[in-house]
C-alpha cells in the first residue's frame, strides 16, 4: 500500500511538473520544476525499488538526480557537466 501511494504521488507531481512547464506555468529551469521532479523521481524510484521494479527505479533516481544537478546550478550559478 504504502509503495502504491509513493508510486501514485511520484507519477502526479512529475506530470504536474511536466503540465506546467506546457502550459507556461513554470520555466524548464526554475528550481520549483526542478524540485518536482526530484520529488517525483525520489518517491517513484522508491515505490519502484519496494516493489522489486529495478530498471524503473534507476530510471526514476537519475531523473532526480537530474533535477538536484539542476537546483545545485541554481544555486552555485555553475552549469553542472557530465563527463
Same mark, same amino acid.
Given at each position: 500500500? =504504502?509503495? &502504491?501511494? !509513493? #508510486? %501514485?504521488? #511520484?507519477?502526479? #507531481?512529475? !506530470? !504536474?511538473?511536466? +503540465?506546467?512547464?506546457? $502550459?507556461?506555468? !513554470?520555466?524548464?529551469? *526554475? $528550481? $520549483?520544476?526542478?524540485? +518536482?521532479? =526530484?520529488?517525483?523521481?525520489? +518517491? @517513484? #524510484? *522508491?515505490? *519502484?525499488? +519496494?516493489? @522489486?521494479? %529495478?530498471?524503473? &527505479?534507476?530510471?526514476?533516481? =537519475? %531523473?532526480?538526480?537530474?533535477?538536484?544537478?539542476?537546483?545545485? *546550478? $541554481?544555486?552555485? @550559478?555553475?552549469?553542472?557537466?557530465?563527463?
Amino acid at each position: 500500500m =504504502i509503495a &502504491a501511494i !509513493l #508510486g %501514485w504521488v #511520484g507519477t502526479v #507531481g512529475t !506530470l !504536474l511538473a511536466y +503540465l506546467m512547464v506546457s $502550459r507556461g506555468r !513554470l520555466q524548464a529551469n *526554475s $528550481r $520549483r520544476y526542478a524540485a +518536482l521532479n =526530484i520529488l517525483g523521481g525520489v +518517491l @517513484g #524510484g *522508491s515505490a *519502484s525499488a +519496494l516493489y @522489486g521494479a %529495478w530498471p524503473s &527505479a534507476v530510471s526514476n533516481f =537519475i %531523473w532526480a538526480a537530474v533535477g538536484l544537478m539542476t537546483v545545485v *546550478s $541554481r544555486v552555485t @550559478g555553475k552549469t553542472a557537466q557530465l563527463h
